[in-house]
């Protein structure tokens, strides 16, 4: 039997609901139960991967080529399952598929409507494909008592009285702030989030409150009281030092026991968190610090780069070290000797981006370690301007460029307008639709033999996911490797490239893919154990 926990937040946003949803998953798991995490979200974009860095942050990508938002990140690197386009629904998402099913007249000529008509689509969406699980972790993106979210709270009450509390439970997360003017901590924005549910017609069985010091125990019945919960309902979310701290707070506070006690289910006996445990004891007792610096374009919102950032740090978890990120604007290497300002660090890592901005701050970056023989990671279009330093400063390509920044005389880079998924052509133009329309999810790559990266991935063939548009031109692949820069890995018909390196440097690889989206703390990605492992050499040089 399949049990749903639908988690909603209120009072402000950001308050941790996808880390919660992750964390309340890998507790469950490792009690033995099999999950699934899936996230709505009101907004009207039928996914986030037109959205500017700035307005959502990173664009995650599952295996099935779903542009998703940056939480179901944090669903696989807690419980290692993977995310497919089945769980990220948007309002634009679920308003798109109701209106192609009206245009095609499912509807038999009936008026469409919110209810039934959307509820029940986002009904669907949540129960899909659910056979053989043990929970649905469902998350809802927003704030209580924003408007849009309103189909998809109904939506889920409704659920809730069609499953029955034996197979539903509502899990709030809320903010207790303290004021220290007053040296108290308030209730009051709790009490005010859950009555907004309540006129929803939605009883939260378990409240999450985030607060930056202990409740007392008179503050927990007091919310338990005015709140209609038990008193052990009310569980504490204090902050953490590490994100991966969390699951072991909310089972010492009893987030785990009091979501099987709501469905019945033995609470006894202790979930397996040995690994988290030994996460977190590798996070706090470091033997050592190594300095990356990631020379990016969107550093001023951090959340754009927020698997990247975990991915270095599961390298360092890897080798016992702390990995210390000194995040560069690339357009502060457009000015002359500006790349200076990188000495001293062991480790520099090119992400990927969208638009001419910062481009050549990124190539005088490579440059900068590709001469002074500092290890490398280059990510999409890290690795597309890798290649284009290469061509400009090894073969003499002087105008060597990419027509994403405008046409050009030497087009280095250039538009990807067919590829192979499987045994299907798949074609694109430069006058179609931007949404969904680049090359997106999992793709197999052949390594060279004899290469670094082979040596990396300990095998011959790889499966990395996608998000792209345009490509290295495999026709300057010649003279390229005339002047050192291998091409190490392409794609099974050779026909894109997917990784260079040089073979004369310590560790230089630059990838096509995003590596960064199937790292986990408790199963670091190679490519990141390797970079990391080569930074702390490279520290031990300096």
Same mark, same amino acid.
């Given at each position: 039997?399949?049990?749903?926990? &639908?988690?909603?937040?209120? %009072?402000?946003?950001?308050? !941790?609901?996808?880390?919660?949803?992750?964390? @309340?998953? +890998? $507790?469950? #798991?490792?009690?033995?139960?099999?999950?699934?995490?899936?996230?709505?979200?009101?907004?009207?974009?039928?996914?986030?991967?037109?959205?500017?860095?700035?307005?959502?942050?990173?664009?995650?990508?599952?295996?099935?080529?779903?542009?998703?938002?940056?939480?179901?990140?944090?669903?696989?690197?807690?419980?290692?399952?993977?995310?497919?386009?089945?769980?990220?629904?948007?309002?634009?998402?679920?308003?798109?598929?109701?209106?192609?099913?009206?245009?095609?007249?499912?509807?038999?000529?009936?008026?469409?409507?919110?209810?039934?008509?959307?509820?029940?689509?986002?009904?669907?969406?949540?129960?899909?494909?659910?056979?053989?699980?043990? &929970?649905?972790?469902?998350? %809802?993106?927003?704030?209580? !008592?924003?408007?849009?979210?309103?189909?998809? @709270?109904? +939506? $889920?009450? #409704?659920?809730?009285?069609?499953?029955?509390?034996?197979?539903?439970?509502?899990?709030?997360?809320?903010?207790?702030?303290?004021?220290?003017?007053?040296?108290?901590?308030?209730?009051?924005?709790?009490?005010?989030?859950?009555?907004?549910?309540?006129?929803?017609?939605?009883?939260?069985?378990?409240?999450?409150?985030?607060?930056?010091?202990?409740?007392?125990?008179?503050?927990?019945?007091?919310?338990?009281?005015?709140?209609?919960?038990?008193?052990?309902?009310?569980?504490?979310?204090?902050?953490?030092?590490?994100?991966?701290?969390?699951?072991?707070?909310?089972?010492?506070?009893?987030?785990?026991?009091?979501?099987?006690?709501?469905?019945?289910?033995?609470?006894?006996?202790?979930?397996?968190?040995?690994?988290?445990?030994?996460?977190?004891?590798?996070?706090?007792?470091?033997?050592?610090?190594?300095?990356?610096?990631?020379?990016?374009?969107?550093?001023?919102?951090?959340?754009?780069?927020?698997?990247?950032?975990?991915?270095?740090?599961?390298?360092?978890?890897?080798?016992?070290?702390?990995?210390?990120?000194?995040?560069?604007?690339?357009?502060?290497?457009?000015?002359?000797?500006?790349?200076?300002?990188?000495?001293?660090?062991?480790?520099?890592?090119?992400?990927?981006?969208?638009?001419?901005?910062?481009?050549?701050?990124?190539?005088?970056?490579?440059?900068?370690?590709?001469?002074?023989?500092?290890?490398?990671?280059?990510?999409?279009?890290?690795?597309?301007?890798?290649?284009?330093?290469?061509?400009?400063?090894?073969?003499?390509?002087?105008?060597?460029?990419?027509?994403?920044?405008?046409?050009?005389?030497?087009?280095?880079?250039?538009?990807?307008?067919?590829?192979?998924?499987?045994?299907?052509?798949?074609?694109?133009?430069?006058?179609?639709?931007?949404?969904?329309?680049?090359?997106?999810?999992?793709?197999?790559?052949?390594?060279?033999?004899?290469?670094?990266?082979?040596?990396?991935?300990?095998?011959?063939?790889?499966?990395?996911?996608?998000?792209?548009?345009?490509?290295?031109?495999?026709?300057?692949?010649?003279?390229?490797?005339?002047?050192?820069?291998?091409?190490?890995?392409?794609?099974?018909?050779?026909?894109?490239?997917?990784?260079?390196?040089?073979?004369?440097?310590?560790?230089?690889?630059?990838?096509?893919?995003?590596?960064?989206?199937?790292?986990?703390?408790?199963?670091?990605?190679?490519?990141?154990?390797?970079?990391?492992?080569?930074?702390?050499?490279?520290?031990?040089?300096?």
């Amino acid at each position: 039997m399949t049990r749903f926990v &639908f988690i909603t937040g209120g %009072v402000v946003s950001s308050l !941790g609901k996808g880390i919660a949803a992750a964390s @309340l998953g +890998a $507790l469950l #798991q490792a009690r033995g139960y099999k999950v699934r995490i899936r996230k709505l979200d009101p907004y009207l974009n039928v996914d986030p991967g037109t959205m500017s860095p700035y307005q959502h942050g990173e664009v995650f990508v599952t295996d099935d080529g779903a542009e998703a938002d940056l939480d179901l990140g944090h669903y696989e690197r807690f419980t290692g399952v993977h995310a497919t386009k089945g769980d990220s629904y948007t309002s634009g998402r679920i308003y798109a598929e109701v209106i192609a099913k009206e245009r095609r007249g499912d509807y038999l000529g009936g008026t469409v409507q919110v209810i039934p008509h959307i509820t029940d689509a986002i009904k669907d969406a949540a129960t899909a494909d659910t056979e053989g699980l043990d &929970f649905v972790l469902v998350e %809802v993106g927003g704030t209580v !008592g924003d408007i849009e979210s309103l189909p998809f @709270l109904e +939506a $889920l009450r #409704q659920l809730h009285n069609e499953l029955g509390p034996q197979r539903s439970l509502f899990m709030h997360l809320t903010l207790v702030p303290y004021i220290p003017s007053a040296g108290e901590l308030k209730t009051k924005p709790t009490q005010h989030s859950v009555k907004e549910l309540l006129g929803l017609g939605i009883q939260p069985q378990i409240l999450l409150c985030r607060c930056d010091r202990p409740i007392p125990e008179n503050e927990r019945r007091k919310i338990a009281l005015f709140c209609n919960v038990r008193p052990e309902s009310v569980i504490p979310a204090l902050d953490a030092s590490s994100i991966y701290a969390v699951p072991l707070q909310y089972h010492q506070e009893g987030l785990d026991r009091e979501v099987l006690r709501h469905f019945g289910l033995s609470i006894y006996g202790e979930p397996d968190l040995t690994n988290w445990k030994r996460i977190v004891s590798r996070l706090e007792n470091p033997e050592g610090e190594v300095k990356i610096a990631v020379v990016g374009k969107y550093i001023t919102l951090l959340d754009a780069y927020k698997s990247l950032a975990e991915a270095l740090a599961h390298g360092g978890i890897q080798h016992g070290v702390k990995v210390k990120l000194d995040w560069v604007d690339s357009q502060v290497f457009e000015t002359p000797n500006a790349v200076e300002r990188l000495e001293g660090v062991h480790g520099i890592l090119v992400p990927g981006g969208f638009g001419e901005r910062g481009a050549e701050g990124k190539i005088e970056a490579v440059r900068f370690a590709r001469e002074r023989k500092i290890p490398f990671l280059g990510i999409c279009f890290g690795m597309q301007m890798a290649v284009i330093e290469a061509a400009r400063n090894l073969v003499g390509i002087e105008g060597a460029s990419s027509t994403e920044f405008g046409p050009c005389e030497e087009p280095v880079v250039g538009l990807l307008t067919e590829w192979l998924r499987g045994n299907e052509r798949e074609k694109r133009h430069a006058e179609g639709d931007l949404g969904g329309t680049m090359r997106l999810g999992a793709y197999p790559a052949a390594l060279a033999e004899g290469s670094l990266v082979r040596k990396v991935y300990g095998q011959a063939q790889i499966e990395e996911r996608h998000r792209h548009r345009y490509e290295v031109n495999i026709g300057y692949r010649e003279r390229l490797e005339e002047a050192g820069l291998r091409f190490s890995g392409l794609s099974p018909d050779g026909l894109l490239p997917e990784i260079v390196e040089y073979p004369d440097h310590p560790w230089f690889i630059g990838v096509q893919y995003h590596p960064e989206l199937k790292s986990k703390p408790f199963q670091p990605h190679p490519l990141f154990a390797g970079f990391v492992g080569a930074a702390v050499k490279q520290a031990r040089l300096v």
